[in-house]
């Protein structure tokens, strides 16, 4: 079994389409992040920065999105969700996995604070760097890593459609409009959004 800790609507929501993709069971343990002074204290016996998401599988810890997403799709392979080793796609894979960690979550966050480039001392450039970066790669092929939907898809995909329905900083290009639309039908995302709300309208966070 897999525990799931979560916060809606933060994220660990892209996780939790993961899972969905994945058609595994598992538990959500709910964190409250946005308490006074963050999750409580003891979580950080599973991610030392009271930060979401992490999984416990089978008493295995594993933390940060990039880090989840390759143990996941390792672990049940028969999802198809991660391209096999010796696979041309599996670089690629890979390397938009940890972008959507170490540069897109990092550029996204700092421009909605109105910073536009942090400077050469960050391990990760301008805004508009990235964003150029994702509309020349999704210009030349459907999906983020390839000819076919992956794992890597759940967090950059996730990640532009927070970026611009939520902090509406990311531009509305029309290929990354185009390509949330060919993930917004998959039943999965459907199910995930479906119960992402459920679990925000618990918190109180919609109506």
């Known amino acids: ?10 994220r660990s929501s892209g996780i939790l389409w993961l899972l969905e993709e994945l058609g595994v ?3 959500i343990e709910k964190v409250n992040i946005r308490a006074p002074g963050g999750a409580p204290e003891d979580y950080r016996a599973i991610q030392p920065n009271k930060k979401v998401p992490a999984i416990v599988h ?11 997403c390759t143990y996941l799709c390792d672990a049940f392979p028969k999802a198809g969700l991660a391209p096999l080793v010796g696979d041309a796609m599996r ?3 890979l390397t938009w996995l940890v972008y959507a960690d170490a540069v897109f ?12 480039f942090m400077g050469g001392g960050y391990s990760y450039g301008s805004f508009s760097e990235m964003v150029a970066n994702l509309e020349r790669t999704l210009s030349s ?9 992956t794992a890597a898809d759940t967090q950059i995909g996730g990640g532009i459609n927070y ?3 939520v902090l509406k900083v990311l531009p509305e290009k029309p290929v990354f409009q185009a390509y949330f639309e060919r993930l917004a039908a998959r ?4 199910r995930y959004s479906q119960k992402d709300f459920e679990l925000a309208r618990e918190a109180g966070m919609a109506g």
Do not use: C, N
């Open 187 to 190: 039943p999965a995302f459907q």
């Open 58 to 68: 089978d008493g295995v810890v594993v933390t940060e999105r990039a880090a989840i």
């Open 141 to 149: 092929r459907p999906y983020i890593a390839g000819d076919r939907f």
């Open 105 to 116: 979550d990092p550029v996204l966050a700092a421009k909605a604070h109105g910073h536009e």
């Open 25 to 27: 069971p598992y538990e």
């Open 1 to 10: 079994m897999i525990t799931f800790y979560h916060a809606p609507w933060s």
């Open 91 to 93: 670089g690629p894979y």
């Open 163 to 165: 970026g611009i329905r």
